[in-house]
């Protein structure tokens, strides 16, 4: 019996023997809707834009401490991130202008500590008098998408991408370059009234 069991287990040891394969690597798959713009045009402001219909909620609220000023919140609840846009009027005042290019810019460079890099895309579209300059910030910083527009006499709109979690940013990557395309779109169909 007992060369019986040693037998066996001496087949069973070399009648299996096969290759070991890790398995490959997963991803996380994520898919997104195909973009579909519309229209959006809100009285009281004075611009309109085309947003993405995935983006249900936007909301308009006037800024109590400037006068003519807009705040436009367009939030992405599917993906859980907001598009916080701001409008101010520079009433042809050329420092009030460079004070809101001043703040805007200050607003992507305040990413530098932990940014990994910072692109940016100069806009310019002569025929609806719409100027800027958008930036991506690359890295686990709060804010991934920011741009400004203006008409340099009248108008002036930054905008910002953020999300309701703490940023890590390979897990909100597909997100955010999702939206990022949206802010370019909207950055680019912007038309003052």
Known sequence: MKRFCIFLLAVSCLA??????????????LEYPEANYSEVHFKALPFTFQGNTIAQDIKVKPLQQVTKSYGVNIEYS??????????????????????????????TLEHTKKADEIPVYPYENNANKVYGLLSEVKGN?????????????????????????????DSILPASQYIQKDMKHLMETIKWK
Do not use: M
């Open 16 to 29: 299996c023997h096969e290759d070991y394969v890790p398995k490959p690597k997963g991803f996380l798959r």
């Open 78 to 107: 599917t993906l859980n991130g907001t598009i916080f846009l701001t409008y101010k009027a520079v009433e042809n005042d050329k420092k009030r202008l460079y004070d809101f290019i001043e703040d805007a810019q200050k607003l």
């Open 141 to 169: 910083v709060a804010s991934q998408v920011q741009f400004y527009v203006t008409d340099s006499i009248n108008h002036f709109i930054t905008a910002s991408l953020y999300f309701n979690t703490k940023p890590n940013y």
